[in-house]
């Protein structure tokens, strides 16, 4: 059964040996930073700081920090599992007579429980703060690296609606403090939250009423949940569906007190507030994934209008920075679980890696099973043209035999089948908002290296010669002869 909230979460974290207990005081200012740091980094456990500095609020960070840790939070004992259940998804077509239709019935239940549910109250309204009754600053969030601009929250669920068509959206933008009541609200450009932002600034020139944009932050929740909101779905597919479908049971939601939208029931902190359109101010520098500095920029700002949370509630946090951090093995389980959309649209795919050192969008390794001269840029541009998959920096495309999960064996495969004038070939386009090394913001280069093996139908006529591989058989009687060495 999934988990009811991130309470459940963390006993089954501890339960598994995921868990260390922080007992004694920690500073949110730069030293829980670096507890985390050095716990991912060394292969060690999720934190739970039970007396933050200037809190009585307990810390949760690098809840979903390792593969194991993903597992736990999915309820599977791999990822791939998920992935599977895509599939079988993909795969449904109309049942033939009754043994079909009796063999579809589990599938089409499934499919009825990922629907979110709206429920009349819910634990994330245990406490109940209006405006002039709360402060952000009482909150322990973290001030993460030295140059930071200040206190930012890592983990929200950001939900905000279409308003063309009402489909509510949820993602995970920083927010950082600027006072007790109002945050930036970081909207990269090319996120749904931007768009929905967008919109809405051009009814406004239709209707001058329309002032502002009703926004609901949520933090901590049952992990399927929180992770939903990072996932990259296409415009106007709900995320809280998604996580339905993640935890085998509906999310319920419940009405925000300020405004129309819902949050997750299970929460432990919602912030309730608005935009309000055209105001602008400098948020950041910030230590982002990409293990340097974004710059500071204009963003919208958001207003806390009410604060609700549970009883005694746990702030859930995270940090990014020099990878690999808790944020490579989200997007590892993310590569995992959407392969099968991808091979979807691009069949030829068999595998895709994405090395904690490439922060997702700067390397992405593809091993396609090549039939036609040109193939690999046929894959390389109909990545550029994937959604979230726009931002990657650089893609490398090998034959299926090549284990695109072993970096090493792909840099050896690639760097000796590839010669640079012929192979590399660079185009111009959207590039993510973090990426401080291209010539305008949000715009850039982006290369593709084709790295199969030449055909002669791609102008290649000189032998391509073997790998060098030991014969089976010989492997197997040394294989006999090792142990009688005692090796």
């Known amino acids: 059964m999934a988990y009811d909230d991130l309470r459940e979460f963390i006993r089954a974290l501890e339960k598994h040996g995921e868990l260390k207990r922080i007992p004694f005081e920690v500073d949110p200012v730069l030293e829980i930073t670096e507890f985390a740091d050095r716990s991912v980094k060394s292969g060690g456990p999720a934190l739970l700081f039970e007396k933050p500095k200037g809190s009585d609020i307990p810390v949760l960070i690098n809840a979903f920090a390792s593969m194991r840790r993903m597992e736990i939070a999915l309820e599977v004992s791999s990822v791939e599992e998920i992935a599977g259940r895509i599939s079988e998804l993909l795969a449904m077509q109309k049942p033939e007579g009754l043994l079909g239709k009796l063999k579809m019935l589990p599938k089409l239940a499934d499919l009825a429980s990922v629907f979110p549910k709206t429920v009349s109250s819910g634990p994330c309204k245990d406490v109940i703060r209006p405006q002039g009754k709360f402060d952000l600053n009482y909150l322990p969030i973290l001030h993460c690296w030295p140059q930071d601009a200040g206190r930012f929250i890592t983990l929200p669920m950001v939900f905000s609606r ?95 007190e300020t405004n129309d939208l819902e949050v997750p029931a299970n929460s432990e902190i919602v912030l309730e507030g608005y935009v309000e359109l055209g105001e602008l101010r400098r948020e950041g520098p910030f230590g982002d994934h990409t293990g340097f ?195």
């Open 162 to 256: 279409n308003p063309d068509t009402g489909k509510r959206n949820c993602g995970c933008y920083r927010l950082q403090v600027f006072d007790g009541k109002t945050t930036g609200m970081h909207w990269q450009t090319h996120k749904q939250g931007a768009e929905h932002y967008r919109r809405l600034q051009a009814k406004q020139g239709v209707k001058s009423n329309v002032t502002r944009m009703d926004i609901a932050v949520a933090i901590g929740s049952d992990p399927a949940t929180m992770y939903s909101a990072i996932l990259p779905l296409p415009p106007d597919l709900d995320e809280m569906m998604i996580a339905g479908f993640l935890r085998g049971k509906p999310v319920e939601m419940v009405k925000c």
């Open 293 to 487: 500095y974004s710059l500071d920029d204009e963003y919208p700002v958001f207003h806390v209008t009410c604060v609700t949370h549970r009883k005694n509630p746990i702030y859930a946090t995270t940090i990014v920075g020099p990878p690999p951090m808790e944020d490579f093995y989200m997007g590892k389980a993310i590569e995992r679980i959407f392969l099968p959309l991808m091979r979807l649209q691009l069949p030829e795919i068999r595998d895709i890696s994405m090395p904690a050192e490439g922060i997702f969008h700067n390397l992405i390794l593809v091993a396609i099973r090549k039939s036609y001269p040109g193939h690999a840029r046929k894959v390389m541009h109909a990545i550029w043209g994937l959604g979230q998959a726009m931002f990657s920096k650089c893609i490398v495309v090998v034959d299926e035999d090549v284990d695109v999960q072993n970096s090493s064996e792909v840099a050896w495969k690639a760097l000796n089948n590839i010669d640079p004038e012929r192979d590399i070939q660079f185009v111009l386009g959207p590039v993510d908002s973090l990426d401080h090394s291209s010539r305008l913001p949000n715009y850039g280069s982006k290369m593709g290296v084709d790295a199969t093996k030449k055909w002669p139908e791609e102008g290649f006529t000189r032998p391509w010669p073997d790998v060098i591989r030991m014969p089976d058989d010989v492997r197997a009687r040394v294989d006999a002869l090792w142990k009688k060495a005692g090796l």
